[in-house]
């Protein structure tokens, strides 16, 4: 892999785990990943990380559902939920295919270099 490309991941990569967004199961595979760079399992580790990412990133529609649904206005409180619907719908119509928060951002991101990661 590219170093550039590499030290760019890394970058991102230190960054989602600070993301207030990212999930625990996120964190740990992105810390998994990073203790991996530059080891015989980074290959190994590198495919587990991309399988969590497409995992775990949001499709604008599934926010939606989950942000109108019962359970999500639960968990976020009925005025977040409904603020998360209108914003989520307003990025959709703009042509967003994924929820904007700081963690789905970061791995949307990484995803656009999965196929260099994956080499």
């Given at each position: 892999m590219d170093k550039v490309v590499?030290?760019?991941i890394v970058e991102k990569t230190r960054a989602l785990i600070?993301?207030?967004t990212c999930s625990n199961e996120t964190k740990a595979a992105a810390q998994r990943?990073?203790?991996a760079v530059g080891t015989d399992v980074e290959k190994e580790e590198t495919k587990k990380y991309i399988d969590e990412l497409e995992a775990d990133i949001m499709p604008i529609d599934t926010l939606i559902g989950f942000a109108q649904s019962e359970k999500g206005m639960q968990y976020f409180g009925a005025e977040t939920a409904a603020n998360i619907v209108a914003h989520a719908k307003e990025?959709?119509?703009a042509g967003a295919q994924y929820c904007d928060c700081p963690a789905c951002t970061i791995v949307a991101d990484i995803l656009e270099k999965k196929d260099e990661l994956l080499k």
């Open positions: 590499l030290d760019h600070n993301a207030p990943w990073l203790d990025i959709k119509a």
